[in-house]
């Protein structure tokens, strides 16, 4: 089921680039294996997925030491506690949900001098209601001011995770304006859109998504 499911997501990705004028290959494909088994992981690595997303820095771990001998590029999308910033400095490529200083720095601090720099996203509140995670879109150029000082971490852009949405134009509405606002700072050059799950990777591919976060669309229910 895997192989299929990863198939179709990556023509329904393809289709949407094209459809909304987005250059072919312009939106990553980052597949959320939470709570999935490392083998199911190696069947979409085998069928070419590189990029895996995790929730759960100890779970995370033990799926990165048995797969230990893959090329994968590892991002963490959960929320972060503060005594887990080490593990993930030290064993992640990316992290998608930052969303204080704090963090940021000791992130940049822990992180291992002979590893290039951590790829770091801020995550943005853009459905207060819904979630407790993520800065608003009001904060975010002064956290940006203060993040770019950091030396081991590189600011590639912002993560949201909307209320979910049945309704396509409502859905596009959520990411419609958090993509102008940051398209409208001065001073940083964001290459980096993280957004887009199961439900929405079309909408989200309309609205500048450069990475969608496929979970069970992927890998099945949990
Ligand atoms: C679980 C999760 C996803 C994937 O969600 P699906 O709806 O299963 O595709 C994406 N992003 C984050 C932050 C998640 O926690």
């Not at 503060?82 to 949900?97: E, G, I, P, Q, R």
């Not at 993509?179 to 500048?208: H, P, R, W």
Request: include cysteine.
């Amino acid at each position: 089921m895997i192989i299929e499911n990863l198939k179709r997501i990556r023509s329904e990705i393809a289709q949407a680039e094209l459809l909304y004028h987005r250059s072919p290959g312009s939106v990553l494909l980052l597949a959320v294996s939470k709570t999935k088994p490392a083998a199911d992981i190696a069947l979409a690595y085998r069928a070419g997925q590189r990029h895996f997303g995790e929730n759960y820095c100890q779970e995370a771990i033990l799926k990165q030491r048995q797969l230990g001998a893959y090329d994968i590029t590892w991002h963490f999308i959960g929320p972060i506690q503060s005594n887990k910033t080490k593990t993930l400095a030290t064993c992640f490529d990316w992290v998608h949900s930052v969303d204080r200083f704090k963090t940021a720095k000791r992130l940049s601090e822990q992180r291992p001098i002979h590893l290039p720099p951590l790829n770091i996203c801020l995550q943005i509140n853009i459905s207060n209601e819904y979630s407790k995670s993520g800065i608003s879109l009001a904060s975010l150029p002064e956290l940006c001011q203060q993040i770019v000082e950091l030396p081991n971490i590189k600011l590639r852009g912002v993560m949201a995770i909307p209320a979910p949405q049945e309704d396509f134009k409502q859905q596009r509405l959520a990411y419609h304006s958090l993509f102008k606002a940051v398209k409208m700072l001065d001073n940083v050059a964001f290459d980096t859109f993280s957004y887009g799950m199961s439900g929405d990777l079309v909408a989200a591919i309309a609205e500048g998504s450069t990475i969608v976060r496929i979970g069970s669309a992927l890998f099945g229910a949990r």
